[in-house]
Each structure stands twice: as C-alpha cells, then as structure tokens.
T-cell receptor, first 116, second 113 residues
C-alpha cells in the first residue's frame, strides 16, 4: 500500500531532551515536507526537501533540523525541545516537480508531541 | 502569511443535504487543492483544480475556481455522516519557488444523522 509512515504516533517528552520523529514513504516521491498543526494557526510548513541531500527552510524552521540521506526517509529532529513545540506534526510527500501540480500531497497519520 | 482562508469556519447540516465551503486566497496560483482531515488524523487529498480550469467533479464533490475573484468553492452533495471532518483548501503559489502548499485554517463540517 502506498503510504507515508510516521513514528511515533504519540510522544511525551521533557524540555531539552533530543528527539527524532521518523518519516518514510514507499512511493519513490522526490518531494517531502514537514508541517505542524496548531489550533487557530492551521498547518505551517517547517522544512521541505526537493530530493536527496536537498533541504530548505519553510515558514517556521526555528528549533528543528531535518536530513535527507535517502529518498524514502525524512526525519525531523528536535535537538532541544521546548513547550512551544507541543503540536501535531505531519510529514507529507509528493512526486515533485511538475507532478506536484497534478497529484497533490500524501500525508502521514501525524505525530502528537507534548513537551513538558 | 495564510494564503487560503476557508469560510465558514464551521458548518452543521443534516444527512442528505448539500454542503458548500468557500476558500479565498491572495496571490496567483498554479493550482488549488482540497483536503479532508478526520479528527486528529492525517489530511487526505480530495481534488485538485488547476488555474486554467473553472470546474471539476469527483464523485459527490464539485469544485469551482474563479481566479478573477481569487476564490474557490467545494460542494459536497447528498452528504453522509461519514463526511463529518475538517476541510482545507491549499494553494500552490505561482511562480513556483519550492512547490509548497499553503493551507487555510479549515472548515469543520458536521453532518448529523
């Protein structure tokens, strides 16, 4: 089944403890992106990657890191999480290039992160 | 800044009725997409309409696009309780810089049985 898989689904952590949220897609998509969703603010893009070893900042990149060493994986790293990073996080992928105008994004099921 | 803004913020209807949601955006676009999100779950792509299209259908969904007014509408006909979800419009801005989709804040649709 074509899908984007995020792990974990739920995570509670303490301030300052490094964590990684994994994202993997099995569709050979070039484009991958991370969003966070907060009440009243909608979805905001954190980082995106147009292909292996090509990443760039979205609208709210502060406090986050990403890497794209393989086409299928795009982990989100919080090196020193803070309570304002408590949110619902989504990974998404797309074929990329001109195809993005044809097919849209495929989203993962989300990771609900709580930082205390 | 928010590109797409949905209206209304919330909509409650009876099963069998039609539901119409609107989206306004600010800048020129390559395409506009609609997504559905069931509570706390991932977004599901519903339909995409390109900037040179005016109307598109997919099953019970009908999307219109008016680029002169920078607006779109999503019509769900003969609604079902299972259509209860949040609906988001998302725009792919022109000229494309990074294929980013910018999402609105969504319309919460409740379909009562």
């Amino acid at each position: 089944e074509a899908q984007v898989t995020q792990n974990p689904r739920y995570l509670i952590t303490v301030t300052g403890k490094k964590l990684t949220v994994t994202c993997s897609q099995n569709m050979n998509h070039e484009y991958m992106s991370w969003y966070r969703q907060d009440p009243g603010l909608g979805l905001r893009q954190i980082y995106y990657s147009m292909n292996v070893e090509v990443t760039d900042k979205g609208d709210v990149p502060e406090g986050y890191k990403v890497s794209r060493k393989e086409k299928r994986n795009f982990p989100l790293i919080l090196e020193s999480p803070s309570p304002n990073q408590t949110s619902l996080y989504f990974c998404a992928s797309s074929l990329g290039g001109a195809s993005t105008s044809l097919y849209g994004y495929t989203f993962g099921s989300g990771t609900r992160l709580t930082v205390v | 800044s928010q590109q797409g803004e949905e209206d209304p913020q919330a909509l409650s209807i009876q099963e069998g009725e039609n539901a119409t949601m609107n989206c306004s955006y600010k800048t020129s676009i390559n395409n506009l997409q609609w997504y559905r999100q069931n509570s706390g779950r991932g977004l599901v792509h519903l339909i995409l309409i390109r900037s040179n299209e005016r109307e598109k259908h997919s099953g019970r969904l009908r999307v219109t696009l008016d680029t002169s007014k920078k607006s779109s509408s999503l019509l769900i006909t003969a609604s079902r309780a299972a259509d209860t979800a949040s609906y988001f419009c998302a725009t792919d801005a022109f000229p494309r810089s990074n294929y980013k989709l910018t999402f609105g804040k969504g319309t919460l649709l409740t379909v009562n049985p």
